[in-house]
């Protein structure tokens, strides 16, 4: 049997010219996701995506409302351009709902097909009416109703549902293009990374590795995140770059209230390099400001300056409070404060440089690391294919 | 690679003699206790076999011996089961600074319900201040709970002493002992200290993990912690964990067996690490008890300007398994409580190890241990000190 979900996207359709562009990336990021489900294919018209299905319908609505650029999804039936044939199929998926144990509804008819002869409100009335005499239990409430059924009358059909799951919403991935997301076992970076994936960027992530200073569980916790991340976005390539003969030279070379400037300057190249690699445009990194001391605007420069790429930071108008909020929401917050990581606080430095100077900065960390170090770096990074859990 | 497992303290490799009991118990022996026939019978035999080689090492009557999950169940039944049959008789509990986290937390739940506790102090080598105690105790007092041997420094604490105080000041109050780290290594005879109830765990001595057990004296009429079936003359519900059961009292009697060799085997794995540590890598400093007192079988050792868990994954990289305080303590990410009490300084209880034997472990795995960290230490101590 024939299953159909009608899908409902937002700014997709708002882009002017690129708009074919746009809908066919959601398109095949829809497919991509359906993977290995019994698809039948994916239609538009104006504003909708139909897709059919020989079945499963229940995984597909799961796997599309994290599909980026999507605003819901809702099995529907379809019905010929006819009342009769609408009235039928409106019984039929109120008979469902009302089994379900659902008692008030309303019918909202939108007609875009206006060479449909019966206006929207005559339609609402006469298929409430017809359920009324149908679907025993049910009554009408037009303010507040428990279920909303809805038929939408388009040039070759009719489509009738009452269900709808939210997506994710924003634009399909990979429509902004390529970045490189410098993530750490924390709160902060993945919920960036999934700002930066609903606005339709692809993500690869960095992770840099000090070990013994950081332990192969905060990895572990960095792998559980990516696995989260690739709900939304397909199988997600992970870069782990060794970080600790970097921070040893960094440790032993430069001065104590320098070294988080340091560091974040070494990650910065580092998620360069991989961007080069994989042609990404831009970094994403999970700052905010004023968060800590090398999260001021001056540090934000001082750790931009050396490379090239736009470094763009999502969170920077939000407070720690909507950020864990986020997180929360997203899944990423019971990973990140996994406690792995914070029982190591062995290279924060005291006196932090709160205001660090760019030029001042680059002269004292002139000569500490090579770049045969970092290329080393790079060169010896881990990449992990993930998948979502 | 070459390896050396020192977390015994933590858990043990299995036995294998053990292994291969509590598979036949599994798949030959597998009958309910409580079952009528023949097989159930069987099984009822194995589990009380096992009862009596507990029983054997405390020196007690089998019949009061309880099979439990482990040392963590037995801890909670005893404090949780005797202060709620006491309650009436007075309000005040004891126990020490230094417990387990399972005896520590029940405490600091039962001052919630209206209990006081007292917690005793420790000297800086782990020892409970007797003076203290003789001090706390009170006609009021209806519980003293104090460990046998200190998971993370290896105090063995005076029991003979602490015996005699509560024989002379609060002979009412029931007393239990923590006997988790001690059990069949070293000596316990409860009856003749005037214990009424000990814990023990199975896979601290190279038995199963999941299974233990509660000595509770004869006529304590301590109340049951889980209910249903009955099973534990109805002191402690649910089907037999047989397997669990005959692992447990299995490994007690081969550690009992052995003890001597064993006792004075590890003592020399540790004065080996201990001597060669401090003096072979300057600003370290070995914790608890010096010369007597201590557990041969742990080692709690500080090493200024590195921090324990640092340490720990430098040496996991090189094969070599330690812990910093106790495994339980390493979920949460401050100090240990019980380097705290002893009043060790910053630096030191940051760097803090322990290195926990088992009668398996060898000199030459202690001497390769020796090595790494010589190479480790400095390492580390000049990329975290910086510039």
New interface residues.
Partial sequence: MEHLILVRYGEVGLKGKNRRYFENKLMRRMEQALKGLPLRGIHRTYGRLYVTMDGEVEEALHRLSHVFGLVAASPAQSAALDLEEIKVAAVQNMQRAAAEGYTTFKVETRRPNKAFPIKSPEVNREVGAEILRQVPNLTVDVHSPEVTLRIEVREERAYIYWQELSGPGGLPLGVSGRSVLLLSGGIDSPVAGWMAMSRGLEIVPVYFHS???T??RAQEKVIDLCRVLARYSGMIKLYVIPFTKI??AL??????EL?TIFIRRMMMRLAGGVAEKERAEALITGESLGQVASQTVSGLAATEAVVDLPVLRPLIGLDKQEIIKRAKELGTYDISIR?YD???T??VPRHPEIHPNREAVAKKEAGLVTPELLEQAIAEAETLLITSD | MLEAYLDNSATTCVHPQVVQAMVAAMQENYGNPSSGHRRGQAAEQAVKKARGQVAQVLQVNPEEIYFTSGGTESNNWALRGITQARARQGRHLITTKVEHPSVLDVFRLLEEQGFTVTYIPVDKYGFVDLDALEASLTPETILVSTMYVNNEVGAIMPLLEISRLLKQKAPQAAWHVDAVQGFSKLQLEPHKLGIDLVSLSAHKIQGPKGSGALFARHDLHLPPLILGGGQEDGQRSGTENVPGIVGLGLAASIMWERRETAISHMAQLKERLRQRVLTEIPDTLANGPQDKGGAPYILNMSFAGVKGEVLLRALGDKGIYVSTGSACSSHHAHGSHVLKAMGLSQPMLDGALRFSFSPDNTLSEIDYVVDCLKEIVPKLRRIIAGR
Avoid: A, K, M, Y
């Fill in positions: 070990f013994p200073f332990s192969d921070q040893t440790r032993e070379g430069g001065p104590e070294q406690p914070d029982c190591c062995v290279f």
